[in-house]
């Protein structure tokens, strides 16, 4: 089909009875020239059959009967597109408002309106109080070894998971995910911490315990950042540090609540199962580097910025011998507690009501340990330092850090809701209800948004707590506020208990917590029988995450995964189709065994959408698989004619010309392409072009190409791109099957035609 034309309200639909009928119908849609050698079928084609009959297997002879399908019309519905008259209509819908909207609005912004009323009391209760105080139990240690990795002293994570659980429990719509501190997260902030404290000159102060008091905390809010000697003299690193964590924190929280009012969820889409995994898997070889001078007890600087895994590695190989053994053999004894311990709660989860809060019995036993044997004053072991009780008044974050760390805010932004999100939604799944992703991204802001007054930062839901939260039985959020409970008994009396407890312990739990990461190795022989680019998507996105950044990395894994889009649309599969046996299907030749070719027909699929990328490509692959290049053919028509033309004109060309004659008149091995549009979604107007250049180049060697299967975006396109031929009937073939049909019927009624002339 080829040639300009248009529709304006119907789509004919034909089908086929006896073959006399046949003969007339297609003489009606024949154009003139169809006899000739090179003549062409232009647009000759079908939208939509029923029960159409095969014209192959129509019986023979003028006696022969068959029910005649009567022509049929779709016609498509008329779009009205006003742009005004939208506007207005969503203006109205938008300013409107009556009491029950305004109820569904508070009640929907509020999810705790909806389910608290409704909670079972007795029937979610245990459950619920059961998995909050295990979570609590297991979040406490963890939350003071974060702390570590996100730059900020102990008390700062106890007030992050405090305050992340009772707004996540107000503003969540999900049942069963655990906000609070997540490594990663952790990871990304105290990277930008570390840049801004060096930025500031606190790395030039000899490191000093620091003790958090309140007037540090308001006079930093008051002194600039770039007064160093009023600001060294008023607020110590520690203070300084938790300013920037807890400004940063703010702004990815106003960045998340503005992709829920503006609805741009969408953009997670854009960060894969292989990206994010291989993501996290990347960044947990920055967490356990960053953790490794804790292990030995020496005293390095933080490596930041592009390369800085190998930056640090260096560094401590350049100082192991002031290893610490105190703390190293006290990282030994914990590992050999805390791995053989976790893998047996793994190993006998389905058998233990609860896991085993090893953890918490680790951190208990070193302290305890640390404090009677002096092992800060006699070994110079680092400890925790002094963990304040109650909380510090509320503070709001430093504005002239915002344009600092306004960038930087952005991917733990995308990072933190597009977790939340993927985790509730999976939870949300396996449990039979549903979860509201805007709403998702509105409470996970919020859990960042109002906790950066009150020394926190940024959170988002956690797998391995939300893991172990359902499996102890919750069955609401409910189990959120008993484990911001369990938080605030240890922030009003326990916290102090901890001053000796040391470091190392702390960096041992971080890195055990990051078996799971690691283990994603394992799944990589899976993963690639699966899925090769996914595979390969994760590699590139890993290796960039731990070598490169984590900022750089997450940008590379996506456009990496958008380039592998891309190539597989640039270079799709394209094969040449045969028919099924006794059905009216067609197949890959290359994929499946005693499939049938019709002869004189050859049927290629294209598998992506025709567009500027892969235009090139349609076309060399379409003249490879059938083995013909018009242009080529063409070419040599055109050489071949001057030849003989030549000579003529020397009266010396008798075996020349046969030859010649013999080469022009040569058949080729088919008369018709019909073009699979099934896999084709969209066509813009390079594609459109590319279909009318195969098409005028097709015919001009007397070879008929047709279209089957197009979707109404493709059929809508190719009317507006004017490629049917102007007066006539614009058909298009609604299977292979009628297409390949209505080219044996054509052809067939072509030779008669001839034969009789």
């Given at each position: ?71 049929m ?13 939208l ?45 909050g ?10 939350s003071?070894?974060?702390s ?41 902030v ?13 790395d ?14 308001y ?32 702004i ?25 995994s ?15 001078k ?9 490596s ?17 011998h ?7 053999i ?28 090893v953890?918490l ?19 110079g ?36 809701f ?40 940024t ?17 609401t ?14 922030l ?10 040391q ?10 917590n ?27 996105t890993?290796?960039?995450?731990a ?106 060309g ?8 013999d ?13 699979d549009?099934?896999?084709v ?40 791109g004017?490629f ?18 209505f ?15």
């Amino acid at each position: 089909m080829c040639g300009p034309g248009k529709l304006d309200t119907e789509w004919e639909v034909w089908a086929y009875g006896t073959e006399q009928e046949l003969e007339k119908g297609i003489d009606a849609l024949l154009p003139a020239g169809w006899g000739e050698p090179e003549g062409v079928l232009e647009v000759a084609a079908m939208a939509e059959f029923n029960n159409v009959h095969s014209v192959t297997e129509m019986p023979e002879g003028d006696d022969a009967k068959c029910s005649f399908h009567h022509r049929m019309f779709l016609e498509p519905k008329e779009k009205k597109r006003s742009m005004k008259a939208l506007v207005v209509k969503q203006a109205k819908k938008t300013c409107s408002c009556t009491p029950a909207k305004a109820k569904d609005y508070i009640f929907g912004f509020f999810p705790i309106l909806q389910w608290l009323p409704k909670y079972k009391l007795r029937e979610y209760l245990l459950g619920d109080i059961m998995s909050g105080v295990i979570v609590g139990v297991l979040l406490v240690p963890q939350s003071i070894a974060y702390s570590l990795l996100a730059g900020q002293e102990p008390i700062y994570g106890l007030y992050t998971s405090f305050f992340a659980g009772i707004i996540y429990f107000i503003f969540g719509t999900s049942r069963h995910i655990s906000v609070g501190i997540f490594g990663v997260i952790c990871l990304m902030v105290g990277q930008v911490v570390d840049r801004e404290i060096q930025r500031a000159g606190y790395d030039l102060e000899p490191a000093v315990p620091s003790v958090l008091t309140d007037t540090a905390e308001y006079v930093n809010a008051t002194v600039p950042p770039g007064n160093q000697t009023s600001q060294q003299l008023l607020c110590d690193k520690s203070c300084y540090a938790i300013t920037v964590g807890a400004t940063m924190t703010f702004i990815a929280g106003v960045y998340q609540v503005a992709m829920g009012f503006f609805q741009v969820g969408f953009v997670s889409v854009y960060l894969s199962d292989s990206l994010l995994s291989g993501f996290v898997t990347g960044a947990s070889f920055t967490i356990l580097t960053s953790q490794a001078k804790y292990l030995l007890g020496i005293d390095i600087p933080r490596s930041s910025g592009i390369g800085s895994l190998v930056t640090t590695w260096i560094n401590i190989f350049k100082n192991i011998h002031k290893t610490n053994f105190c703390d190293l053999i006290t990282s030994f004894l914990c590992f050999l507690v805390l791995i053989p311990t976790k893998e047996l709660n793994e190993h006998f989860k389905s058998r233990l009501k609860a896991p085993i809060p090893v953890e918490l019995v680790v951190i208990v036993a070193a302290t305890l340990a640390s404090h009677f044997g002096k092992l800060r004053e006699t070994y110079g072991s680092s400890v925790a330092g002094h963990i304040p009780t109650g909380f510090l008044p509320p503070r709001p974050p430093d504005w002239s850090l915002i344009p600092n760390v306004a960038l930087d805010a952005v991917p733990i932004a995308v990072i933190g809701f597009a977790i939340t999100v993927s985790l509730s939604e999976m939870f949300a799944k396996k449990h039979g209800y549903s979860v509201k992703a805007n709403q998702e991204m509105y409470a996970i802001g919020f859990c960042n948004i109002i906790p950066s007054f009150f020394h926190c930062f940024t959170t988002s839901a956690a797998l391995a707590k939300t893991l172990v939260k359902e499996s102890t039985g919750c069955r609401t959020q409910m189990s959120g506020m008993v484990t911001s409970l369990v938080i605030l008994l240890v922030l009003l009396m326990i916290a102090p208990l901890f001053y000796s407890l040391q470091k190392c312990v702390l960096a041992v739990i971080t890195i055990v917590n990051l078996r799971g990461a690691l283990r994603k190795f394992k799944d990589l022989p899976k993963m690639w029988h699966l899925s090769r680019v996914d595979t390969v998507i994760w590699l590139v996105t890993m290796a960039a995450s731990a070598l490169i950044s984590t900022e750089i990395g997450l940008l590379v894994g996506v456009c990496f995964s958008m380039l592998c889009v891309i190539f597989r649309t640039q270079r799709p599969e394209a094969p040449l189709l045969g028919w099924v046996a006794e059905s009216e299907t067609y197949e890959s030749l290359s994929a499946y065994k005693n499939l049938q070719t019709k002869p004189g027909i050859v049927v290629f699929r294209f598998e992506a959408p025709l567009y500027y990328i892969n235009k090139e490509c349609f076309k060399s692959t379409l003249y490879k698989q059938t083995g013909v290049n018009p242009v080529w053919v063409k070419a040599a028509k055109k050489k071949v004619a001057k030849r003989m033309l030549r000579d003529k004109e020397v009266d010396s060309g008798g075996n020349q010309t046969s030859i010649s004659v013999d080469f022009v008149s040569e058949p080729l091995g088919f008369h018709t392409i019909v073009i699979d549009c099934c896999a084709v979604q969209f066509l813009d107007t390079a594609g459109i072009r590319t279909l009318k250049e195969v098409c005028k180049d097709y015919r001009d060697i007397g070879v008929r190409v047709l279209l089957a299967q197009c979707n109404p975006s493709v059929r809508s396109s190719l009317i507006r791109g004017e490629f049917f031929q102007e007066g006539e009937d614009p058909l298009l073939f609604h299977s292979v099957h009628q297409a390949v049909d209505f080219a044996l019927g054509a052809q067939g009624h072509n030779e008669t035609s001839t034969s009789k002339n």
